[in-house]
């Protein structure tokens, strides 16, 4: 059982606000701003290939804990449960969290709980995709 203290930062798009537990961390405010940032720059290098805007701003991150080791825990959905890349894309996420400096190690878990749908999107999203 994981002992370890854990921050759930949030790194959701705009529109689809993530509940954000409130603990204390041994990691410095500062730290984990830096890599609250540093994590959305690396989920927006991951585009889904079907629509040509990046995971972050779809909506498809749901949660991401940060343990005190810095060991991160995604908790992400696809735009739908037979998406083609279903199989890739959660090892896309992993290494792109990956490439965060100073993050240990990385756990992806794909839920279809609750299903994503176009609300999750941010306003870049819809204006990328034209649906405004």
Avoid: H
């Amino acid at each position: 059982m994981d002992t370890k203290q854990r921050d759930t930062i949030d790194v959701s798009a705009p529109a689809a606000k993530a509940d954000v537990e409130e603990q204390q961390s041994a990691l410095p405010k500062e730290e984990l701003e830096r890599l609250t940032n540093d994590l959305i720059a690396a989920f927006k290098s991951v585009f889904d290939p079907e629509i040509p805007v990046d995971i972050y701003e779809l909506g498809l991150i749901y949660k991401v804990d940060v343990s005190d080791d810095r060991d991160v825990d995604i908790d992400m959905t696809l735009t739908a449960p037979g998406c083609p890349v279903a199989g890739e894309m959660p090892i896309w996420v992993e290494n792109a969290a990956l490439s965060v400096e100073g993050v240990r190690n990385v756990k992806v878990n794909l839920t279809f709980d609750p299903p994503w749908d176009p609300s999750r999107m941010s306003d870049v999203a819809r204006l990328e995709l034209n649906m405004f």
